[in-house]
């Protein structure tokens, strides 16, 4: 399983990105979630992710700037990021849970993240 982040980029603050994740490789099973941040020196943390088919959470940091949404076979999700303020800078990772196989457990997979940089 492959997660291709791409969109990341320099803006400055009150700009706007979008990003996007695409999931490619082989599996039965494939639910792209959605995403996570780390900024330089900090854990990584939840920013917006799918908790069902419709239903979603955010980030309060980010709730009324962020929205998150995917196509409907869950193999591709976006981040429409608006009203960028520094403090959003850091690198974003998709996640998703996927099976390998027909007998294989769903486990968690990340991309390989894409840079956001917000200037002030």
């Known amino acids: 399983v492959q997660l291709q982040a791409s969109g990341g980029g320099l803006v400055q603050a009150g700009g706007s990105l979008t990003l996007s994740c695409e999931a490619a490789?082989?599996?039965?099973?494939?639910?792209?979630k959605g995403w996570y941040r780390q900024a330089p020196g900090k854990e990584r943390e939840l920013v917006a992710i799918?908790?069902?088919?419709?239903?979603?959470n955010y980030a309060d940091s980010v709730k009324g700037r962020f929205t998150i949404s995917r196509n409907n076979d869950k193999k591709t999700v976006y981040l429409q990021m608006n009203s960028l303020k520094s403090e959003d800078t850091g690198v974003y990772y998709c996640?998703?849970?996927?099976?390998?196989?027909?007998?294989?457990?769903?486990?968690?997979?990340w991309g390989q993240g894409t840079q956001v940089t917000v200037s002030s």
């Open positions: 799918f908790t069902g088919d419709e239903s979603t």
């Open positions: 996640n998703a849970r996927a099976a390998v196989s027909l007998i294989a457990q769903p486990t968690d997979w």
């Open positions: 490789g082989s599996f039965s099973y494939i639910n792209v």
